[in-house]
T-cell receptor
């Protein structure tokens, strides 16, 4: 069955430390992979995507994500966290064999000063 | 370009009533998706339209329906409202193409529906 897992409901990181928000997926076809962010009381915003090519993709606000085909993962990373990165992060996967866009449950990222 | 707009922004209804929400996508976008967001259930996919055709549908009861017009504007309708339908309803558009390019979604601010 198609699925996207964000195994951590919440991730706590101290400001200045590196952060990782995990995402693994299971789809039948080739995936298009996306990360979105929802800041408090604001709408969902696109962060970055992987379609093809280099496994490391860079996005907005200094975020990057690495596509790992063998581990079917697409973890979101940032070398140095900011308090303003505190938000809800969603991973989404498009299975291009059937158009299905599957969303993870979201991970709340809390950056402490 | 103007972003995705949703109307109304806030709505209060009573159980048993029906409601229609509207979404205007970014100009040129042919794909529109609808989501329900609640604190307990997170982001739940309702349906996706592309060029007036429903491309995908989530696991919601038949009380939830939608459509897309030739100008790509979309509406969703919820009939016989229940208390549990209280949520933020988000619309998103993307510049997907008929040749199979699937792009990122741009979200509107949402319609906050409260069912009393």
């Amino acid at each position: 069955a198609q699925s996207v897992a964000q195994p951590e409901d919440q991730v706590n990181v101290a400001e200045g430390n590196p952060l990782t928000v995990k995402c693994t997926y299971s789809v039948s076809g080739n995936p298009y992979l996306f990360w979105y962010v929802q800041y408090p009381n604001r709408g969902l915003q696109f962060l970055l995507k992987y379609i093809t090519g280099d496994n490391l993709v860079k996005g907005s606000y200094g975020f990057e994500a690495e596509f790992n085909k063998s581990q079917t993962s697409f973890h979101l990373k940032k070398p140095s966290a900011l308090v303003s990165d505190s938000a809800l992060y969603f991973c989404a996967v498009r299975d291009i064999s059937n158009y299905q866009l599957i969303w993870g449950a979201g991970t709340k990222l809390i950056i402490k000063p | 370009k103007a972003g995705v707009t949703q109307t109304p922004r806030y709505l209060i209804k009573t159980r048993g009533q029906q409601v229609t929400l509207s979404c205007s996508p970014i100009s040129g976008h042919r794909s529109v998706s609808w989501y329900q967001q609640t604190p307990g259930q997170g982001l739940q996919f309702l349906f996706e339209y592309f060029s007036e055709t429903q491309r995908n549908k989530g696991n919601f009861p038949g009380r939830f329906s939608g459509r897309q017009f030739s100008n790509s504007r979309s509406e969703m309708n919820v009939s016989t409202l229940e208390l549990g339908d209280s949520a933020l309803y988000l619309c998103a558009s993307s510049s997907d193409t008929t040749s199979g390019t699937y792009n990122e979604q741009f979200f509107g601010p949402g319609t906050r529906l409260t069912v009393l």
